[in-house]
């Protein structure tokens, strides 16, 4: 559940992590950026404070979600999560049907996809969010094997992407509540189906109990 913060705070903590310096709200007070742009945040009056945040909203979705879900203004309801996710692993998933794809097409594509796990587990924990993102984990499984046959040329590990996966699905699983048993069974089938070491169980591991030892040799796809 994410924590609720004062307006300007939340602005303060939300800015910093999109301009690669983030810094919570209850870090360190002597943290510099975060000094700033606290300082900055109080020159503003309420209504400017606003339409600054209004204005980035309408530019980045992530940050849109966000915004909303702490407004408690995105609900259940709001599929419009799943609908760009499950685009994504569509195009994913015939991305390297042609003959003209290239391995940057496999980087972006795989940087896409996690791009909209994040924007999906910005919104409310639900089952059909969980089994979409495992779909994406085993798209990107397939498409993770190009990246390593062309490892000298490639600007991005196959773990730079399968790491957000396998930690959304991780939080996804403990936001609903699921029984280790559950989620023992949904990472083996997932073992089972990746050719490659996509799924790091260590992830889950303190969400698996007892299951945690018995899983502790397939710590990879």
């Known amino acids: 559940m994410r924590r609720i913060f004062p307006f300007r705070e939340w602005v303060i903590a939300e800015f910093s992590d ?90 972006t594509t795989g940087h896409r996809l996690a791009a909209e796990v994040e924007i999906l587990c910005a919104h409310p924990a639900t089952p059909a969010a969980l089994d979409l993102v495992e779909e994406a984990i085993l798209v990107w499984d397939d498409l993770s094997g190009h990246l390593r046959d062309a490892y000298d040329i490639t600007r991005t590990e196959p773990q730079e992407i399968a790491e957000p996966l396998v930690g959304a699905h991780r939080d996804l699983c403990e936001r609903l509540d699921l029984a280790s048993d559950e989620i023992a069974q949904r990472l083996y089938r997932l073992l089972a189906r990746c050719h490659y070491d996509t799924v790091d169980v260590d992830i889950h591991a303190d969400l698996l109990a007892e299951h945690a030892v018995g899983m502790a040799g397939t710590a990879g796809c």
């Open 18 to 107: 999109f301009s690669g310096a983030a810094t919570p709200p209850d870090a360190a007070p002597g943290a510099p950026k975060h000094a700033r742009y606290l300082q900055a945040v109080q020159r503003l009056s309420p209504r400017q404070l606003a339409e600054l945040v209004a204005r980035h909203a309408a530019r980045d979705r992530l940050f849109a979600t966000l915004l909303l879900s702490e407004a408690g203004m995105l609900g259940a309801a709001d599929t419009s999560g799943l609908a760009d996710l499950r685009t994504a692993v569509r195009d994913a998933s015939t991305v390297t049907a042609g003959s003209k794809w290239q391995i940057s097409d496999v980087e």
